[in-house]
């Protein structure tokens, strides 16, 4: 059942995973798909405020500022000092490059370092506020091409509203397919140069154009938002 399924995301790139050459080529298209399934799937763990958690609040202020370059820096400089082997996290930085807190030694394994990363990389693609939903708001140049799956949409008391499906190429979204399972009324939000959108429902119909910024209405079902116009 699509409910259950876990959020997914591709950018199409499909080098041999050889972990100890993803390290080097420090290329975040290759390993945030692992990061964003695995923080999806760990047990939830206690989130501390010293260490590599330091580094991921630097993360989290450049996203809400909007700051997509640096955003993306700061999580290349996370990826380098958070974790070890594939994808195991850590509390400090203990090969001494200088980036994070590297004086400690722990034992324990910070899990929540994953999960709080999945959050942010999320937010990268759709970011759900009290006022709408926003899709693609901090999207990093390398990130010209992809697809992220079964997103959830939830009301504010935490209910699971929709599952939306979006795809975008040349860094402008294409195309956003949502499953509704209710009724219910949705603003979206999307980059600044578009302008204009096509809703269809259902799916072979002709659909209805809608300025950017008007909310539309939702029954239960599968509609379709593309044919995006600057």
Same mark, same amino acid.
């Given at each position: 059942?699509?409910?259950?399924? $876990? #959020?997914?995301? @591709?950018?199409? =790139? !499909?080098?041999?995973?050889? *972990? ?14 692992? *990061? ?8 939830? @763990?206690?989130?501390?405020?010293? %260490? =590599? ?22 999580? +290349? ?16 930085? #203990? ?5 994070? #807190? ?6 324990? $394994? ?5 999960? #709080?990363? /999945? ?8 970011? +759900?506020?009290? =006022?709408?939903? /926003? ?6 140049? @390398?990130? !010209? ?9 939830? !009301? ?11 795809? *975008? @190429? ?16 949705? +603003?979206? /939000? ?10 269809? !429902?259902?799916?072979?119909?002709? %659909?209805?154009? /809608?300025?950017? %910024? ?6 239960? %079902?599968?509609?379709?938002?593309? =044919?995006?116009?600057?």
């Amino acid at each position: 059942h699509p409910v259950t399924s $876990i #959020e997914k995301i @591709s950018f199409g =790139n !499909h080098k041999a995973q050889d *972990w100890e050459l993803v390290i080097r080529r420090n290329d975040p298209l290759e390993y945030v798909p692992f *990061w964003f399934a695995l923080g999806q799937q760990v047990p939830s @763990s206690q989130v501390l405020e010293d %260490g =590599n958690f330091q580094l991921l609040g630097e993360c989290k202020k450049k996203l809400e500022a909007k700051d997509k370059e640096g955003f993306l820096d700061n999580l +290349q400089q996370f990826f380098l000092v958070g974790f070890q082997d594939v994808l195991v996290p850590r509390l400090y930085d #203990e090969d001494f490059l200088g980036i994070g #807190e590297s004086s400690k030694t722990s034992q324990m $394994i910070p899990l929540a370092l994953l999960t #709080e990363g /999945y959050n942010l990389i999320r937010r990268m693609f759709l970011d +759900q506020q009290d =006022n709408g939903v /926003y899709i693609l708001p901090c999207l990093p140049t @390398s990130f !010209h091409a992809g697809r992220c799956l079964h997103i959830r949409i939830n !009301h504010p008391d935490g209910k699971l509203t929709a599952l939306v499906d979006i795809e *975008w @190429s040349k860094k402008l979204i294409k195309k956003v397919k949502i499953n509704s399972l209710g009724s219910q009324k949705i +603003q979206f /939000y999307f980059q600044k140069p578009i302008k204009s959108f096509r809703l269809r !429902h259902p799916l072979h119909q002709r %659909g209805c154009e /809608y300025d950017c %910024g008007e909310p539309i209405t939702l029954d239960t %079902g599968v509609y379709l938002l593309d =044919n995006f116009k600057k």
